[in-house]
Structures are given as structure tokens and as C-alpha cells.
């Protein structure tokens, strides 16, 4: 026997040794709905029960008090759930930024769809806070350029939607076309950039809000809205939000 066949045949036995089983394994799975029918185990409810009722008790703790109810169908370009939601965001989060940057929030921009319920007439509690943004979403802030601004506001003036908008004003003539907008009463400059607040959903283009993809910069506050509603409620007595002239078309 030559050396290549010895060669062919040692090549054979590794390929062979290093095969992998060839065994089959059949997983079956089947669904099972969660419903009422399930029965409860009664050492698991005991043991969940005390952390559960600490829970509740925490949610349903009494933070402020509302004079009205208040919701996002109230109103057409601006409402007073939604004002008060955005105004909530700057006071609670321009502390922050400030701190961190030495800048200013310019203005807000939430969406009308983040408000998930409304504000009862009575007692506020940390579970209002999490009725009206059960999700996770955080405040960041936009560097955005003004051509950005630009389109931001184009988007508005199209959506015609109580979008949640704080330190930002915005007037439609008769037939819908914007005739002013301004930053804290001073005219919009297109050739600046401002700092908006938003949520992390949004500034990667959420409900179409495609002018975020532009940001120069973006900041991460890591501050949850929940979480700065929950802040402002407990400092708040009273909460009385109205509907303004922050975004207006006119009639005549």
C-alpha cells in the first residue's frame, strides 16, 4: 500500500468519526389561554398576596386632585389633557437638561396617540400616572436644525391633530396655512437650532415624525413621562389644564 492510499483512508476515518448523529427529535407544543378558567393555586396566591396589596396600596395613594375630567377628544388643535402633559414634560425635564448641558428645552412635542386615558374629576394617584402612560417611553432631547423645525411644522399644519405641544405656538389663517409660529413669543428662526423634548419613540420617527432622523444630536434624559408626571402630581395640589391659543386656526 502506498502512501496515498494510506492518506485517503486516514482522510475516510475522520470524516467518518466526525460525523454528526444523525438522531431526529420531534418537540410538539400546544397553546393554553389564560383566562378565568385556570384555577388558582392557593399557596401561590398567599405568597404573591402581601406584595400585591403593597402594590395597590402604592398605586392608589392620593397625589392631587383634578377640578374636571379631562381628555384627548376635548378638543381639535389643542387640548387641555394634552397641554398639560407637555407642559409637565418641560417643567420636570429642563431642570435635568439644564444641569447636565447648561441649555435649555426650546419646546415640546409629545403625540396625541401616547395619551392612553383620561384624567378623572377627584383624586389623582400614582395609578392615574400609569393610566395615562402605561408604556415605558423616556423623555430625550432633539438637537434639531431649523430646516428640521421647518418640517416639523409642516407636519402639524398637515395632521391638524392636538399633538401635545409646550413653549411652541402656532397660527392657521381661515384656510389652514400657517401664518405665525414662534418659540417662546419670539418668531421660529430657520437658521438656528432648538432643543426639542420628545419621547423615545418618536425620535426614531414614530407616527411619521420623520424630521427627528436629523437631530444634530440627540440627549437621553433617562427620565421615564411617567415618571415626570408622577413628580410634578405630588408637588401639585390642584390641577385645572385648559385648552389655549398655543395652536389656533382662525375663522375670519
Known amino acids: 500500500m502506498n502512501f496515498k492510499n494510506i492518506f485517503l483512508i486516514l482522510g475516510l476515518l475522520l470524516t467518518m468519526s466526525c460525523k454528526a448523529p444523525t438522531d431526529v427529535f420531534k418537540i410538539e407544543g400546544k397553546n393554553i389561554n389564560i383566562n378565568d378558567s385556570l384555577q388558582s ?11 400585591r396589596e403593597n402594590i395597590n396600596r402604592d398605586l392608589d395613594s392620593i397625589l392631587a386632585y383634578s377640578v374636571d375630567t379631562y381628555s384627548k377628544s376635548d378638543g381639535h388643535l389643542n387640548t387641555a389633557i394634552g397641554n398639560l402633559m407637555a407642559d409637565v414634560i418641560y ?8 444641569k447636565r448641558t447648561g441649555e435649555h428645552i426650546d419646546f415640546v412635542l ?3 396617540g401616547g ?10 394617584s400614582k395609578r392615574t400616572a400609569f ?3 402605561p408604556f415605558e417611553n423616556s423623555i430625550v432631547i432633539s438637537k434639531l436644525p431649523g430646516a428640521n ?14 399633538h401635545p405641544i409646550s413653549k411652541l405656538k402656532i397660527i392657521l389663517d381661515k384656510d389652514g ?3 405665525e409660529s414662534a418659540v417662546n413669543q419670539i418668531p ?21 415624525m420623520d424630521f427627528f432622523k436629523g437631530s444634530e444630536e440627540v440627549f437621553v434624559l433617562d427620565y421615564k413621562i411617567r415618571n415626570a408626571l408622577i413628580d410634578y402630581f405630588m408637588k401639585t395640589d390642584t390641577i385645572n389644564p385648559v385648552a389655549d391659543d398655543r395652536f389656533i386656526q382662525l375663522k375670519d
Open 41 to 51: 393555586i392557593a399557596s401561590i396566591e398567599d405568597f404573591i398576596k402581601p406584595y
Open 91 to 98: 417643567e420636570e425635564a429642563d431642570p435635568v437638561f439644564f
Open 110 to 112: 409629545m403625540n396625541h
Open 115 to 124: 395619551i392612553r386615558s383620561i384624567i378623572s374629576k377627584g383624586p389623582i
Open 131 to 133: 393610566e395615562l402612560m
Open 149 to 162: 423645525v421647518k418640517e416639523l411644522l409642516d407636519y402639524l399644519v398637515r395632521a391638524k391633530r392636538a
Open 177 to 179: 396655512q400657517m401664518i
Open 188 to 208: 421660529i428662526d430657520f437658521n438656528k437650532t432648538y432643543y426639542v423634548a420628545t419621547n423615545d419613540y418618536l425620535i426614531n420617527g414614530g407616527d411619521g
